[in-house]
């Protein structure tokens, strides 16, 4: 039931991209056990990170590392171009007060700290973008993001709707860039529609689909409909990966674990699942990086 939808003018170079995320948000509070406010920042960065995904190629991926001031301290959200996105956040039970009656993220996540983009291109290195936090609500941080490092003026929306029983009853966002040659009034027309619009959380609690959000802020604009992916909640871990990250600790830290705990449960932080290794099982890892000994 979640999907991501994409829109391009047809005279203009603008794109749009909507999406509808309230499954896999659900699933994610449910995963980490987040708290309302935890659950509204993760939610909103697990939707960011699809909508920067969707702007990738096929097999690119994009990471994004929110750190704040605030008693959240971390969101960590990674996606792929497929429609698929993990994450977590540093402290998931916290609470902050209110905000004006709206569930406070900056005040969890803060609003000094900053907002590191890493994006997986395929190529030797990634690509590793540094924006301070503008405000710590996530989208604002992300339209910043564009601007000052990628220079791509961006417009961002993200809202995840969390019920005082702490489930969450709608999660999406949009994403509109204008790409070069801009042209001035298709994008004041944008802008003057986004900013005329209700917000995305009330859009999708009346039941608007992300079609019908991507049709408002096109308003008097030509466009057309490019194309539909469905999302999903996926983690990339496997059991592999858990022994490379064990190797990469170095032979003695491997070491220093078999000798004070013998034995070791390895915890991927994305989706929780625990993996165990027997003390046998550490010793033939640390063999692989030192076979002599
Ligand atoms: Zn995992």
Not at 34 to 41: E, L, P, V
Not at 168 to 193: H, W
């Amino acid at each position: 039931m979640d999907y991501l939808v994409r829109f391009v003018g047809d005279k203009y170079n603008v794109i749009g991209l909507a999406c509808i995320t309230t499954g896999l948000v659900n699933e994610a509070r449910l995963l980490h056990g987040t708290s309302r406010t935890a659950s509204a920042a993760l939610g909103r960065a697990l939707t960011a990170g699809l909508l920067m995904g969707a702007l990738l190629k096929r097999g690119q991926r994009v990471g994004l590392k929110f750190e704040g001031s605030g008693p959240l301290k971390k969101i960590i959200v990674e996606a792929d171009n497929g429609g698929t996105v993990r994450g977590f956040v540093g402290v998931p039970s916290v609470e902050v007060p209110l905000n004006d009656e709206k569930l406070n993220v900056s005040g969890a996540l803060g609003n000094e700290g900053s907002l590191t983009v890493i994006k997986d291109l395929g190529l030797k290195e990634p690509y590793r973008g540094i924006v301070k936090l503008l405000t710590g609500e996530i989208a604002e941080d992300i339209a910043y993001y564009f601007s000052e490092s990628e220079q791509i003026p961006s417009a961002v929306g993200l809202g995840v709707f969390v019920k005082p029983d702490g489930k969450v009853s709608a999660a999406g966002g949009f994403l509109i860039q204008s790409l070069p040659p801009s042209e001035e009034r298709t994008v004041e027309q944008l802008m003057e529609n986004i900013r005329s619009m209700p917000f995305v959380t009330d859009l999708l609690r009346e039941g608007k689909t992300p079609e019908d959000i991507l049709a408002m802020i096109f308003s008097g604009i030509p466009y057309h409909l490019l194309g539909r992916r469905d999302l999903s909640l996926r983690c990339t871990c496997s059991r592999e990966r858990i022994e490379r990250v064990l190797i990469s600790l170095g032979s003695e830290e491997l070491q220093r674990i078999i000798s004070d705990q013998g034995e070791t449960d390895v915890t991927c932080e994305f989706c929780r699942t625990s993996y165990h290794f027997t003390s046998k099982e550490l010793e033939d890892l640390r063999r692989e990086i030192s076979p002599a000994h």
